[in-house]
Structures are given as structure tokens and as C-alpha cells.
């Protein structure tokens, strides 16, 4: 059986695989990411804010902060982006090397990877679309929640914000301290997707896509199958 986490690693193998790993050095910019927060964040700026967060000043670790300026100050040669490694892939997602191993094993037992014999594994695109397109959003439905600080998502993602049309009164986040946008909480597909699309903008987009098919409404999906479609075509 798949769980959340196959599909988070499988988006970021094929970001390597088609070349679009983002994982790159933004040092000029390190710190204006539209959807997260760097500086520290006060209890007294998040009393301010009359919305639920969580019970902590903040739920990202020192530890987590420092690897993710590290990535972004230093980012990866184009030839570190041409490839993958299971370290590389556990690292970059916040998971640990057994959650990652173990996941790519069930999203190849499940058709979403291919065997290449002594070469590893590659996506199986045709299988990824597909399910995301029909069975993401019953495999892994999410209900909405509470009003919180968060990362937009699905149609409210910066990458889509300015295609869709929403008449909600609040945006979908997931539920982040560091977040930019009030609105209502769904939980993300994985617990560590909030650190890895710090590190990663086209990870998060295609994520906040994966939360269309999700929660999003039928015309929303329909409208989002254009940018789904893309990833079959290496785009």
C-alpha cells in the first residue's frame, strides 16, 4: 500500500530526472522566498495575529534552519543536479535514509517507478499523472481545518494564485509558523513538505498541483490538468 511519503519522493526523483531540480545557490535572494518566513519569529508577533499556529514559538529546529540556509547559500553544481542519491534525497526532504529506502520500494512495487536494473529507478510519468489525476485525492484525502498561518497551496500557491479564481474568504495553507498567509489548514502531504519547498520552488509547485487534485473544486482540477500534463512532456 502507498503511503503520503512515496509521492513526495518520487516528485523530487523526477525533478532530477528532467532537470529541474532547484536546489540551486540564491544567495542574492536567500531570504525573500514570497511563501516562508526566515527571520525568528517573536511570540509576541504570533499573539498578534489572533490565528492558531501550534503550542511552539516555532515548529521548525535550529538543526532544520541551518541546513536550509546552507542549501539555499550554497545550492548544487549543475552536475550535483544531475543526479540523485538516496542521501541526497533524505537530506533534501527532511526524511531519514530507511523512510526514503522504504519508499521508493512501495512506489515501485505500485508502478510509480521503474527498475532499471543496476541504473536504479526512474518515474514512471504516464502512472504518476494518472494517479494523482484519479486516486491521490481518495488515497489520501484531507479534510480543511482551522484558520492558521501557513504556505499557500493548491490554487493559492504563488505558481497559480493568478490563474485561478477563488471566491473563499481564506486561501488553503499548510499550517507553518514561518508561513506568509492566514488561511485554512489542510495537512500537507507529508509531514516535512513545509522545510523541503524551502529549499525547492519547483517541488513546491508541483506539490500545491498534487493539493489541487486533493481538495480542489471539479473545475479547478480540470482547469490544472494543462500544468499536470506538463510533466509527461519534461516541462
Not at 35 to 49: A, N, Q, T
Not at 103 to 109: D, H, Q, T
Not at 213 to 223: D, H, N, Q, Y
Request: proline share 5%; with cysteine; hydrophobic share 45%.
Amino acid at each position: 500500500m502507498l503511503k503520503p511519503q512515496d509521492l513526495l519522493v518520487t516528485f523530487k526523483i523526477l525533478s532530477y530526472e528532467i532537470g529541474c531540480s532547484s536546489v540551486e545557490s540564491r544567495s542574492h535572494n536567500s531570504r525573500m522566498a514570497p511563501w516562508v518566513i526566515f527571520e525568528p519569529i517573536s511570540v509576541y508577533d504570533r499573539e498578534k495575529d489572533e490565528i492558531i499556529v501550534s503550542s511552539e514559538p516555532d515548529d521548525f529546529e535550529a538543526a532544520d534552519l541551518a541546513l536550509i540556509e546552507q542549501f539555499i547559500l550554497e545550492g548544487e553544481s549543475e552536475e550535483q543536479r544531475a543526479s540523485w542519491t538516496y542521501r541526497k534525497l533524505a537530506q533534501q526532504l527532511f526524511m531519514s535514509l530507511s523512510e526514503v529506502s522504504q519508499a521508493i520500494k512501495r512506489a515501485s512495487k505500485a508502478g510509480l517507478l521503474i527498475k532499471r536494473g543496476d541504473k536504479g529507478v526512474r518515474v514512471n510519468k504516464t502512472v504518476l499523472i494518472d494517479y494523482v489525476r484519479f486516486g491521490a485525492g481518495v488515497s489520501f484525502f484531507v479534510e480543511r481545518g482551522k484558520v492558521v498561518r501557513g504556505i499557500p497551496t493548491a490554487s493559492a500557491a504563488s505558481s497559480f494564485k493568478d490563474i485561478f479564481v477563488s471566491s473563499a474568504e481564506f486561501p488553503t495553507v499548510w499550517p507553518c509558523a514561518r508561513g506568509t498567509v492566514k488561511g485554512i489548514a489542510i495537512a500537507p502531504i507529508y509531514k516535512s513538505v513545509p522545510k523541503a519547498v524551502m529549499i525547492d520552488p519547483w517541488l513546491y509547485k508541483q506539490l500545491a498541483l498534487l493539493d489541487i487534485f486533493r481538495v480542489g473544486s471539479a473545475r479547478e482540477k480540470e482547469e490544472a490538468m494543462p500544468y499536470l500534463a506538463k510533466l509527461k512532456g519534461n516541462v
